[in-house]
């Protein structure tokens, strides 16, 4: 099992950039996916980036070109680096972990989630 905790969030203005990361704790790290997703209020939780055990990034195409996300085995991390942000991009965005090789960005299928961090992005 493991254990996931997000920081970085806040609020920006459109155009702007921020930096979440996410720290896993409680197994072994390098053998989980990771991902990233995010809820709107009034919304279902969407995918918005993952990356797989063999470093496969997927990306949901309202992000595609603007987020990046990356990890850190030695610190047991995932990152996304969001840039040109967007009021859309207004929500709580959560880390996801399952363990092997995945890719998805369908919610039902992660195990493991943190409790989130807001992002807000103002015009």
């Known amino acids: 099992q493991v254990h996931l905790v997000e920081s970085g969030g806040g609020s920006v203005q459109a155009g702007g950039s921020l930096r979440l990361s996410c720290a896993a704790s409680?197994?072994?790290?390098?053998?989980?996916?990771m991902a990233w997703f995010r809820q709107a209020a009034g919304k279902e939780r969407e995918g918005v980036a993952s990356?797989?055990?063999?470093?496969?990034?997927n990306y949901a195409d309202s992000v595609k070109g603007r987020f990046t996300i990356s990890r850190d085995n030695g610190k047991n991390t995932v990152n996304l680096q969001m840039n040109n942000l967007k009021p859309e991009d207004t929500a709580m965005y959560y880390c996801?972990?399952?363990?092997?090789?995945?890719?998805?960005?369908?919610?039902?299928?992660?195990?493991?989630w943190g409790q989130g961090t807001q992002v807000t992005v103002s015009s």
């Open positions: 996801a972990a399952r363990p092997g090789r995945w890719e998805s960005l369908s919610a039902r299928l992660w195990y493991y």
């Open positions: 409680g197994s072994t790290y390098n053998v989980y996916s």
């Open positions: 990356l797989d055990t063999d470093g496969s990034a």
